[in-house]
């Protein structure tokens, strides 16, 4: 089959790679139907990642069609349309049991030897077309997916919606659902969000849905702000004083609560500098390692709540998904570019220099 796969830095190819095969009873084989590039493959591409090897198969995000089941499947079935969550969790262990999917103990089969358990305490759950560190498990941008634990990881699709409208089900919908959920908005509050990506521009619609009276959209795109503006955000250009730009939207007061959807020390300082007494930073940009020069003191002082983490997807996905079939949120208005299996290496680097106003990428094999 043809996957689109990491060579190196900067070195995505579409090569003819072995078509996976049943390993486990519990597995399924997808026939990807759409799948795409999320910003945290960037990361990947931008050889981020000290944990990728060569010939890794990338993608977390796909929909698809299920060709095969294993013997232990009882709830997918070969014929299924179904969208697969981007973290891979056995459904059975302590944490899956706690709706904490993504710290998931027993799927990650490499956790409890690695770099990532003596730095962490805890080694994290798997994902699909990451690294190494989270398991090394092959991902969606192909042709054909082994997706483990398929009762729990795959969610069948009502037939009246698009893949398009479904496959961010399995991502940055929940992530942007969880990064306003955790912001404990009430009746009145203003959100900020840094970063208007594709989850920064889920979590503006869904702190909306969540009953924000006002959000502000940062970031220096104009693209990006504009389709901000679209879903009703006022937008601030992150080139001028945001600082001085919030506490004037605010009174004086600055905002209940700051989104970080950015993933930057630099963002996230300005965020807990921002916000007002006793609010909330709700962080949903990806970090790894230490941040230098973390503001605790502020965070102290001000007595804000700090809430962060990789999100649970399977927790949140059968209720997104029925907000979606409600049309309460229809997170397709964040593809900006349709292309081919083929085409994703341009696709690649296009996102990451942000030409072409792109903000979603996704692809048919
Ligand atoms: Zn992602
Ligand atoms: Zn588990």
């Not at 989850?199 to 503006?204: C, F, N, R, S």
């Not at 004086?252 to 700051?258: N, Q, T, V």
Request: proline share 5%; with cysteine; charged share 20%.
């Amino acid at each position: 089959m043809k996957a689109c796969v990491w060579r190196g830095k900067h070195d995505v190819r579409i090569d003819d790679v072995p078509d996976p095969a049943l390993v486990n009873p519990h597995d399924a084989i997808v026939r990807v139907t759409l799948t795409a590039i999320c910003g945290s493959d960037l990361h990947l591409y931008n050889g981020l990642d000290p944990a990728m090897k060569s010939g890794d198969i990338l993608g977390h995000e796909f929909v698809g069609r299920v060709v095969a089941t294993g013997t232990a499947c009882d709830k997918v079935k070969v014929g299924d349309r179904v969208v697969v969550m981007c973290s891979i969790a056995c459904g059975r262990c302590w944490f899956c049991r706690h709706d904490l999917t993504s710290a998931c103990d027993n799927a990650n089969p490499i956790a409890g030897h690695t770099a990532l358990e003596l730095a962490y305490g805890h080694a994290g759950g798997a994902l699909f077309g990451s690294s190494h560190l989270y398991g090394g498990y092959a991902g969606g941008q192909a042709e054909y997916v082994r997706v483990p634990f398929a009762d729990i990881g795959c969610m069948a699709i009502p037939a009246e919606l698009s893949d398009e409208q479904a496959i961010f089900v399995g991502d940055v919908l929940p992530t942007g659902w969880m990064a306003a959920e955790s912001c404990d908005i009430e009746p009145g509050d203003t959100i900020a969000v840094f970063g208007c990506g594709p989850v920064g521009q889920l979590a503006i619609r869904c702190a909306f849905l969540l009953g924000a009276e006002r959000v502000i959209a940062i970031d220096s795109v104009p693209e990006r702000l504009a389709m901000a503006g679209d879903s009703g955000a006022i937008e601030l250009d992150d080139r001028g004083d945001v600082v001085r730009r919030l506490d004037e939207l605010t009174g004086g007061r600055g905002p209940d609560a700051c989104i970080d959807a950015v993933g930057r020390a630099s963002a996230l300082r300005t965020a807990i500098y921002v916000v007002r007494k006793g609010g909330r930073v709700s962080i949903a940009g990806v970090y790894a390692g230490v941040v230098d020069k973390f503001p605790l003191g502020v965070a102290f002082a001000k007595g804000l709540t700090l809430r962060m983490g990789q999100t649970q997807f399977h927790a949140y996905a059968p209720s997104l998904l029925r907000r979606v079939q409600a049309r309460e949120i229809d997170p397709a208005f964040v593809i900006t570019h349709r292309v081919q299996l083929d085409e994703l290496p341009d696709a690649y680097r296009m996102f990451d220099a942000r030409r072409d106003g792109c903000i979603k990428v996704v692809a048919r094999p």
